[in-house]
């Protein structure tokens, strides 16, 4: 069975500083990767996925991520953060074949911007 | 379009009793899915519609739980004879098979069981 695995489930970082939340999956076939964020009562936004090709994803609102099958990670990072990037943040994965929707969620990464 | 829709946004209910939510999932879009969110968790898939089948149940849907989507279109959840562990954030997602692998949530409901 594929399970989500998100180190750390507080970071704090300052203003500007490095974004780095990590998250390993469990597969014995890479799945489709997704990081999704959640701000307060609100539903999940997609940040970025990864399917196939360029195993370095950029997303919405500076974020990327890197695919790395040796390590089978999918670690989110962001090169300045912003307080508007103050929110929880989910990794997920989803089955290749099943064609989008269902979804493995890792239990999140609250990330706190101290100004 | 206006995205994915879910009603009421908000239930407090008396243990025991039934609620049913309803989503509306965006236009054409054929595969809808339900998720409950608890606390510090991340959302635990429970089921899915391909337009009005419903091709997938998680273990967590248990027998007071029925999800339907009678015309394929919008969905419901039902939940009968409610419990405090059914406290939680339902969300409902929808996206379309075949195309990009991304699916759309709404804002969810979120019950409370008092």
């Known amino acids: 069975a594929q399970s989500v695995t998100q180190l750390g489930s507080h970071v704090s970082v300052s203003e500007g500083a490095l974004v780095l939340l990590r998250c390993n999956y469990s597969?014995?076939?890479?799945?489709?990767l997704f990081w999704y964020v959640q701000y307060p009562n609100q539903g999940l936004q997609l940040l970025l996925k990864?399917?196939?090709?360029?195993?370095l994803v950029k997303g919405i609102n500076g974020f990327e991520a890197e695919f790395k099958k040796s390590e089978t990670s999918f670690h989110l990072t962001k090169p300045s953060a912003h307080m508007s990037d103050a929110a929880e943040y989910f990794c997920?994965?989803?089955?290749?074949?099943?064609?989008?929707?269902?979804?493995?969620f890792g239990q999140g990464t609250e990330l706190s911007v101290k100004p | 379009d206006t995205g994915v829709s879910q009603d009421p946004r908000h239930k407090i209910t008396k243990r025991g009793q039934n609620v049913t939510f309803r989503c509306d999932p965006i236009?054409?879009?054929?595969?809808l899915y339900w998720y409950r969110q608890t606390l510090g968790q991340g959302p635990e898939f429970l089921t899915y519609?391909?337009?009005?089948?419903?091709?997938?149940k998680s273990r967590l849907l248990s027998d007071r739980f029925s999800a339907e989507r009678p015309k394929g279109s919008f969905s419901t959840l039902e939940i009968q004879r409610t419990e405090q562990g059914d406290s939680a954030m339902y969300l409902c997602?929808?996206?379309?098979?075949?195309?990009?692998?991304?699916?759309?949530f709404g804002q969810g409901t979120r019950l409370t069981v008092v």
């Open positions: 997602a929808s996206s379309v098979t075949g195309q990009n692998t991304e699916a759309f």
């Open positions: 597969s014995s076939v890479p799945p489709y």
């Open positions: 990864y399917t196939t090709g360029a195993t």
């Open positions: 997920a994965v989803s089955p290749r074949g099943n064609q989008g929707g269902k979804l493995i």
């Open positions: 236009s054409e879009h054929n595969r």
């Open positions: 519609f391909q337009n009005e089948a419903q091709l997938e």
